[in-house]
């Protein structure tokens, strides 16, 4: 177990240390951050100044949701540059990965997780920070301590949940070939449902009771909402059960299915 | 001529027919980008069904804004998204090859490189299209049907010259960076309100830098009576002007090419 961790680490390390290689890239993907929320800021700043009261978020909040979405964009994703695994499974090397005497799931997982994280250590959270002092009313409010610790718990389980979908979609692409149609298929429903097109309280009642319980909104949804303030209390300490309960479903779920779909795995190479 | 115009026709077939080869592939490729577009869609249905326009502007002329910019986006990026591989062909020294070529570089690299899965999305728009020019309330005459035609036939021009300025930086840098996304995919996204919501300023940069407002905001003006005359109308005419500046970044780039490749 313990020697399992230190792999699980160093290749943490190893992907921190690549991503650190490319300062220009890190600078340019902050500015683009930076950018991009500012600009969404402004698009939500000209409806809310025509109708803002029919809209259910204030728009202090709705800015808050727009900058933390835009900082954490990369480690909500469920659809990132993961590009050793998806050439694994087209390639067949996958083999490789198999007759090494780590579990697949654990390495996969451990993988996606440090991509995103070692990516939006360097590059999202100077956007979060560049957001906090921008000025009012474009700039985002800070929660409080209480709501603070709340969000990260929740940020860390729904950054879980978002890699544990990314698992399940690899192991779809052991049955499917079209890894591209599939990757856009997933990236889109998955931001769609979990609010990164706009949050989930701007959906039609009707709707937000059936997307509420899926699993999708125990991903980005919830530590956004817990973040602006739209989630507070024992609300934010039930949607942290509720994300306990879908990542443990869908971990389980996960690694079932890697079995089956591993089991069937021909190679063709010599 | 004829003879090049034959190639980049072969060119052009024998993607299309690769393309083909994978049925399956390419139409769930093609259903991924007309949801993708379907997505963004709703994001604006959901809120404007709660508010009923942004600024002077109704659902419907929001629209019409969000079905052109997606026209001409799906266009410009049908043949201009596959010089996205630009920063691999310098990298690995490919360039080489198609430079010792005598045609044209540019139509070398694009044609082989179409993407014709942004079908799914042009659908997508054209379905937006045909439901926002009813809803917008414009008293169409056959000047403003010309106009919304310049409109989406001009945006794709633009669109192009902004895939080949972000890919002509890789000439100077040798790799792509994420942050030029902004001046693609941002500005699909940003191009789905009229662009003068996001304020005075910010007009401006998009009239005289990038000038998507030349072919969305002053051209739906006129569509709109909201503004008389034919600036307004042949707006999306001037918008032609940047194809200078992105030609001439990309013929710099062209000359000052060392290979990097072995």
Same mark, same amino acid.
């Given at each position: 177990?313990?020697?399992?961790?230190?792999?699980?680490?160093?290749?943490?390390?190893?992907?921190?240390?690549?991503?650190?290689?490319?300062?220009?890239?890190?600078?340019?993907?902050?500015?683009?951050?930076?950018?991009?929320?500012?600009?969404?800021?402004?698009?939500?700043?000209?409806?809310?100044?025509?109708?803002?009261?029919?809209?259910?978020?204030?728009?202090?909040?709705?800015?808050?949701?727009?900058?933390?979405?835009?900082?954490?964009?990369?480690?909500?994703?469920?659809?990132?540059?993961?590009?050793?695994?998806?050439?694994?499974?087209?390639?067949?090397?996958?083999?490789?990965?198999?007759?090494? &005497?780590? %579990? !697949?799931?654990?390495?996969?997982?451990? *993988?996606? /997780?440090?991509?995103?994280? #070692?990516?939006? @250590?360097?590059? =999202?959270?100077?956007?979060?920070?560049?957001?906090?002092?921008?000025?009012? &009313?474009? %700039? !985002?409010?800070?929660?409080?301590?209480? *709501?603070? /610790?709340?969000?990260?718990? #929740?940020?860390? @389980?729904?950054? =879980?949940?978002?890699?544990?979908?990314?698992?399940?979609?690899?192991?779809?692409?052991?049955?499917?070939?079209?890894?591209?149609?599939?990757?856009?298929?997933?990236?889109?429903?998955?931001?769609?449902?979990?609010?990164?097109?706009?949050?989930?309280?701007?959906?039609?009642?009707?709707?937000?009771?059936?997307?509420?319980?899926?699993?999708?909104?125990?991903?980005?949804?919830?530590?956004?909402?817990?973040?602006?303030?739209?989630?507070?209390?024992?609300?934010?300490?039930?949607?942290?059960?509720?994300?306990?309960?879908?990542?443990?479903?869908?971990?389980?779920?996960?690694?079932?299915?890697?079995?089956?779909?591993?089991?069937?795995?021909?190679?063709?190479?010599? | 001529?004829?003879?090049?115009?034959?190639?980049?026709?072969?060119?052009?077939?024998?993607?299309?027919?690769?393309?083909?080869?994978?049925?399956?592939?390419?139409?769930?490729?093609?259903?991924?980008?007309?949801?993708?577009?379907?997505?963004?869609?709703?994001?604006?249905?959901?809120?404007?069904?709660?508010?009923?326009?942004?600024?002077?502007?109704?659902?419907?002329?929001?629209?019409?804004?969000?079905?052109?910019?997606?026209?001409?986006?799906?266009?410009?990026?049908?043949?201009?998204?596959?010089?996205?591989?630009?920063?691999?062909?310098?990298?690995?020294?490919?360039?080489?090859?198609?430079?010792?070529?005598?045609?044209?570089?540019?139509?070398?690299?694009?044609?082989?490189?179409?993407?014709?899965?942004?079908?799914?999305?042009?659908?997508?728009?054209?379905?937006?299209?045909?439901?926002?020019?009813?809803?917008?309330?414009?008293?169409?005459?056959?000047?403003?049907?010309?106009?919304?035609?310049?409109?989406?036939?001009?945006?794709?021009?633009?669109?192009?010259?902004?895939?080949?300025?972000?890919?002509?930086?890789?000439?100077?840098?040798?790799?792509?960076?994420?942050?030029?996304?902004?001046?693609?995919?941002?500005?699909?996204?940003?191009?789905?309100?009229?662009?003068?919501?996001?304020?005075?300023?910010?007009?401006?940069?998009?009239?005289?830098?990038?000038?998507?407002?030349?072919?969305?905001?002053?051209?739906?003006?006129?569509?709109?009576?909201?503004?008389?005359?034919?600036?307004?109308?042949?707006?999306?005419?001037?918008?032609?002007?940047?194809?200078?500046?992105?030609?001439?970044?990309?013929?710099?780039?062209?000359?000052?090419?060392?290979?990097?490749?072995?």
């Amino acid at each position: 177990m313990k020697a399992e961790m230190n792999v699980y680490v160093s290749m943490f390390r190893i992907r921190f240390a690549h991503n650190l290689q490319y300062r220009s890239a890190v600078l340019g993907a902050i500015l683009k951050g930076y950018l991009w929320a500012m600009m969404e800021v402004l698009g939500y700043l000209a409806i809310y100044r025509t109708g803002g009261g029919a809209l259910p978020m204030e728009f202090s909040a709705t800015a808050s949701y727009v900058w933390a979405h835009q900082s954490f964009l990369v480690l909500f994703s469920v659809v990132f540059a993961d590009s050793e695994i998806y050439s694994a499974i087209r390639s067949g090397a996958v083999v490789y990965d198999l007759a090494r &005497p780590v %579990g !697949l799931y654990g390495k996969w997982f451990c *993988q996606s /997780a440090s991509n995103r994280l #070692s990516f939006a @250590l360097v590059n =999202c959270l100077p956007v979060l920070l560049l957001g906090a002092v921008t000025p009012k &009313p474009y %700039g !985002l409010i800070l929660p409080s301590v209480t *709501q603070l /610790a709340f969000f990260v718990v #929740s940020a860390l @389980l729904a950054f =879980c949940v978002t890699v544990a979908v990314a698992m399940l979609m690899y192991v779809s692409l052991f049955y499917f070939i079209s890894q591209r149609g599939i990757r856009i298929i997933v990236r889109v429903v998955t931001s769609f449902f979990s609010g990164g097109v706009i949050p989930l309280l701007f959906f039609p009642k009707p709707l937000q009771r059936v997307i509420r319980v899926l699993p999708f909104a125990a991903m980005q949804n919830m530590p956004l909402q817990i973040f602006c303030g739209t989630i507070r209390g024992t609300n934010a300490a039930k949607g942290i059960v509720f994300q306990m309960f879908w990542l443990l479903i869908l971990i389980l779920a996960g690694s079932a299915a890697m079995k089956t779909a591993t089991k069937k795995v021909v190679s063709l190479g010599g | 001529m004829v003879i090049a115009m034959k190639l980049y026709w072969n060119y052009f077939l024998m993607e299309l027919k690769s393309q083909m080869q994978y049925k399956a592939s390419f139409f769930l490729t093609a259903l991924g980008q007309f949801i993708t577009a379907f997505t963004t869609f709703f994001g604006i249905r959901f809120l404007f069904d709660r508010i009923h326009g942004v600024d002077r502007f109704t659902y419907g002329q929001v629209l019409l804004c969000f079905a052109v910019i997606m026209m001409s986006f799906a266009l410009g990026e049908m043949a201009g998204g596959g010089l996205a591989v630009f920063p691999d062909l310098l990298r690995e020294g490919e360039l080489d090859r198609i430079l010792v070529r005598p045609r044209s570089i540019l139509l070398q690299i694009v044609m082989p490189n179409m993407d014709f899965s942004r079908l799914g999305l042009l659908a997508q728009a054209l379905l937006v299209l045909c439901a926002a020019i009813p809803a917008s309330k414009v008293a169409w005459t056959p000047e403003k049907a010309l106009v919304l035609l310049l409109m989406v036939l001009c945006g794709s021009v633009i669109f192009f010259c902004l895939f080949l300025l972000v890919a002509s930086v890789a000439f100077f840098t040798l790799q792509s960076f994420e942050f030029l996304n902004i001046f693609t995919y941002g500005m699909r996204d940003f191009g789905r309100y009229p662009l003068s919501v996001y304020g005075e300023e910010m007009l401006k940069l998009l009239t005289f830098v990038i000038p998507l407002a030349l072919i969305q905001y002053y051209p739906l003006l006129y569509l709109l009576d909201q503004a008389e005359g034919i600036r307004y109308a042949a707006a999306p005419l001037f918008s032609l002007l940047f194809v200078l500046p992105s030609a001439a970044l990309y013929r710099l780039g062209v000359r000052n090419y060392k290979s990097a490749g072995s």
